[in-house]
C-alpha cells in the first residue's frame, strides 16, 4: 500500500479542548475516522460542515480551516495525489476543496470498517484492517490502477 498511501495518522485531543486552525493545501485525498468522541469540522464556503463520523477530504488546494471541541480521537489516511482514484467512481476534481460522508462514496463497507477500526486494539492494527480494505477495493480497480501507475507517487 506504501504505492498509494503517503502516511496513517492519529490526532486525540484532551476532554476540554477546542482549536480552531488551517490545514494547508496538500493536493491529497484524505479519509478520516472519528473512533471516538466529536468529530472534527472543516469550515467550507464560510460555513463549518455538518458532524461526519467518516468523512473523505480533499483534494485541498487552499489552505482548510477546522476545529475540534471536546475530546476525540481521529484515524486518518493520507493517499498520494491521484492515487485514491480506485476508490471513488465519480472524477476526483469533484472532491476539491471539499469535505464530503463517505459512506455517500463508498456505501455501507465503509461503516463496516469504521465498527472495526473503533473495536481494533492499536493503531497497527488499524493499519493492518485499512490495508485488507483497501486491497479488495485495488483487486476490483485493476484498470484504474493501470492509470495511477503512470502517475508519479510523489517528488522524493
Request: hydrophobic share 40%; proline share 4%.
Amino acid at each position: 500500500m506504501a504505492k498509494y498511501i503517503k502516511c496513517y495518522y492519529t490526532l486525540e485531543c484532551e476532554l476540554n479542548a477546542q482549536m480552531e486552525d488551517q490545514a494547508f493545501a496538500t493536493g491529497c485525498i484524505e479519509v478520516m475516522f472519528t473512533l471516538s468522541g466529536t468529530p472534527w469540522q472543516t469550515k467550507i464556503n464560510g460555513d463549518f460542515t455538518k458532524d461526519f463520523q467518516h468523512r473523505t477530504v480533499g483534494p485541498i488546494l487552499q489552505p482548510l480551516t477546522f476545529r475540534i471541541a471536546g475530546q476525540s480521537e481521529i484515524f486518518g489516511i493520507r493517499f498520494y495525489p491521484a492515487a485514491a482514484a480506485f476508490l471513488l467512481k465519480e472524477e476526483i476534481h469533484q472532491f476539491n476543496n471539499n469535505v464530503f460522508d463517505l459512506t455517500s462514496v463508498l456505501g455501507n463497507s465503509i461503516s463496516e470498517l469504521h465498527a472495526q477500526l473503533q473495536d481494533a486494539p492499536s493503531t497497527k492494527r488499524r493499519i493492518e484492517l485499512v490495508d485488507a480494505y483497501l486491497l479488495k477495493k485495488l483487486a476490483a480497480h485493476t484498470k484504474t490502477l493501470n492509470r495511477i501507475d503512470l502517475v508519479p507517487a510523489s517528488n522524493e
